[in-house]
């Protein structure tokens, strides 16, 4: 037993096992607030993208819920797909953090992000148009043996490497089932109308077994066939545990699909709600919205 300050016996205490604490060392509190929630797979901190003297993303902020699909909206020029560009690694950003589970992110390479479970579709398509729609597929899957020349070359191995393409090849047929693309399977990529090219495009990163999924207008110059399509397809998906960010200009699809909007302008977020309160947040409508609500 020893003595406190005041004089007063504390049991079980040793003075020579007291240490001092360090002031500047932070707390559990203070480290767990700097974690992302785990129903929040992705974060995007105090983001910046600079060329030359043009700021394209300054300082932009915000987390996606796991299993939701969150639109992101701005006019043109507000930093949307410069956003999507920096988590993904196509732009290495001047500033801020990108994470994903926790896991710093920024500035990696496209590859090595899609290899931690985020990818990404583009505005237009980037399908290899001389392949056919089978083909395009199973160029998206990781870790493939056969990429290897002596797994592909050895009789010993290569049984291995004739079982996962097997695989493989079974999954992109039920992938192309999936999207509903499968009698398009033989047919050139390159020979696919708009709509369809997205939908393989889709297909394609879901090959990649992401968690994360960017979509950049994935709906643009899609009729409203294959647009309804794409939708329950994504509604399928986010049920089956995946996350979607979408970049999408038409307001009704963000509106009645979203369960919330993040809001960018000049390169920063100008709101981050639900989209009946987005619909009612006037700095909202008078930077973009305006009559479109």
């Known amino acids: 037993m020893s003595e406190s300050d005041t004089g007063v016996a504390i049991e ?5 096992e007291i240490t001092d604490i360090d002031p500047e060392e932070d707390s559990d509190v203070e480290r767990a607030a700097r ?3 785990p129903g929040r797979p992705l974060r995007v901190d105090d983001l910046r993208m600079e060329f030359g003297g043009l700021t394209a993303v300054d300082g932009a902020g915000f987390a996606i819920e796991e299993g939701s699909l969150t639109g992101l909206i701005g006019p043109n ?5 410069t956003t999507f560009d920096c988590i993904t690694g196509v732009h290495r ?3 801020g953090s990108v994470k994903l589970h926790n896991e710093e992110i920024t500035g990696l390479q496209p590859y ?4 931690r479970g985020l990818v990404r579709t583009f505005q237009i398509t980037r399908e290899l148009q001389e392949m056919t729609v089978l083909e395009n597929m199973l160029l998206a899957p ?3 043996q056969g990429e290897s020349l002596w797994r592909a070359v050895l009789p010993g191995v290569r049984r291995s490497v004739q079982a996962q393409e097997r695989e493989l090849r079974e999954r992109a047929w039920e992938t192309l089932e999936f999207f509903e693309i499968d009698h398009l399977a033989e047919e050139y990529a390159g020979n696919l109308s708009g709509g369809q090219r997205k ?3 889709m297909a394609r990163a879901l090959l990649t077994d992401p968690e994360v999924v960017l979509l950049d207008e994935p709906l643009a110059g899609v009729n409203p066939t294959l647009e309804r399509k794409l939708l329950e397809r994504i509604d399928e998906l986010r049920e089956q545990g995946y996350t979607f960010l979408l970049v999408e200009h038409d307001m009704d699809v963000i509106m009645e699909n979203c369960e919330r909007v993040i809001v960018m302008h000049q390169g920063r977020v100008l709101a981050d709600d639900a989209p009946a309160a987005i619909r009612e947040n006037e700095q909202v409508i008078d930077a973009y919205l305006g009559a479109n609500v």
Do not use: C, H
């Open 12 to 16: 079980g205490e040793n003075p020579e």
């Open 142 to 144: 990781r870790g493939q």
């Open 77 to 81: 020029g507000a930093g949307k797909s």
């Open 112 to 115: 090595e992000i899609a290899a």
């Open 35 to 37: 974690e992302i929630p």
């Open 199 to 201: 939908l393989l495009e």
């Open 93 to 95: 950003p001047t500033g």
